[in-house]
């Protein structure tokens, strides 16, 4: 069984642009969360959705959105990119409550 | 919310030696989950162990979930076993279906030949 994907695996915007990342989740999964790691700030979660809605929301700031589509593949969008949002981006999915299987990650670079 | 603490926060080894990591949780957890970090940043699955023992190999994971800590016992150590070890849980006040984690800082351990 296919693992979950991420694309693209690198990125470099620059302040101002904004950025759409995709996960594609375990088949079968139909949760899908996102999780943004900095060397700062360690990992943090962003939001989680589950058949299509919103369950979750971290603490980031409304630039950071995401959806989710009825294939359970997600996207999150992050808009006029700033200096501190350069980060590994990391999607996680599972079926029940129990194990959350990762992405690879998407390094994003905001120049 | 709740807090993770991971310890130690760097750990260095021979090849072949033993190691215990520990994270503690502030709250009742309904999932504890280790993990490895890989040098390209992928976070590789190696327990959901929110009570109890488990074995995998040369790991084994132990939850005391009434005293609010897990540890990872690494045995044998190899190169291969280099990385960051992360604890993530997700507090039982979350209720079901929550599916956040919140994660320690993690523990970087490097094992040398």
Known sequence: ?111 | GIQVEQSPPDLILQEGANSTLRCNFSDSVNNLQWFHQNPWGQLINLFYIPSGTKQNGRLSATTVATERYSLLYISSSQTTDSGVYFCAVEPAYSGAGSYQLTFGKGTKLSVIP
Not at chain 1, 28 to 36: D, E, I
Request: net charge positive; with cysteine.
């Open chain 1, 1 to 111: 069984k296919a693992g979950v994907t991420q694309t693209p695996r690198y990125l470099i915007k620059t302040r101002g642009q904004q950025v759409t990342l995709s996960c594609s989740p375990i088949s079968g999964h139909r949760s899908v969360s996102w999780y943004q790691q900095t060397p700062g700030q360690g990992l943090q979660f962003l939001f989680e959705y589950f058949s299509e809605t919103q369950r979750n929301k971290g603490n980031f700031p409304g630039r950071f959105s995401g959806r989710q589509f009825s294939n359970s593949r997600s996207e999150m969008n992050v808009s006029t990119l700033e200096l501190g949002d350069s980060a590994l981006y990391l999607c996680a999915s599972g079926r029940s409550q129990e194990t959350q299987y990762f992405g690879p990650g998407t390094r994003l670079l905001v120049l």
